[in-house]
């Protein structure tokens, strides 16, 4: 997979294609954003794994991150690679639990 480097109509344009598998494959820590129960956001660092084209993050079903989610599957999760060249995932989604 590998991503398109401008978007004309919305006035950027990045310096080179950029492959996720390149960031997703890497030993790095993911940022979840899900929302809590009085609708203000909420932001954690896991551990993750690219696996069959899926981020699977770690979690138990007691940690509060799991429990927003079953409540409110809205999230976002973010992995950030920072080296001279930095590239980054940012992934908007919908929660699912695994079949």
């Known amino acids: 997979m590998t991503l398109e480097t401008a978007a004309p109509s ?3 344009e990045m310096p080179k294609k950029f492959d996720p598998n390149d960031v997703l494959s890497r030993p790095l820590m993911a940022n979840l954003a ?3 129960a009085d609708g203000a956001p909420r932001n954690a ?6 696996e069959d ?4 993050l770690l979690g138990s079903t007691g940690a509060s991150a ?6 409110d ?9 920072s080296t001279m060249r930095p590239a980054s995932c940012c992934i908007s989604a919908c929660a ?3 079949p």
Do not use: N, Q
């Not at 660092?45 to 690219?50: G, L």
């Not at 799991?66 to 409540?71: G, N, P, S, T, W």
């Open 53 to 56: 084209a899926a981020i699977w």
């Open 34 to 36: 899900t929302v809590t």
């Open 45 to 50: 660092p896991m551990w993750f794994i690219w």
């Open 73 to 81: 599957p809205r999230c976002a999760v973010e992995i950030v690679h």
């Open 10 to 12: 919305h006035g950027w």
């Open 66 to 71: 799991v429990k927003h989610l079953e409540r």
């Open 96 to 98: 699912a639990s695994p």
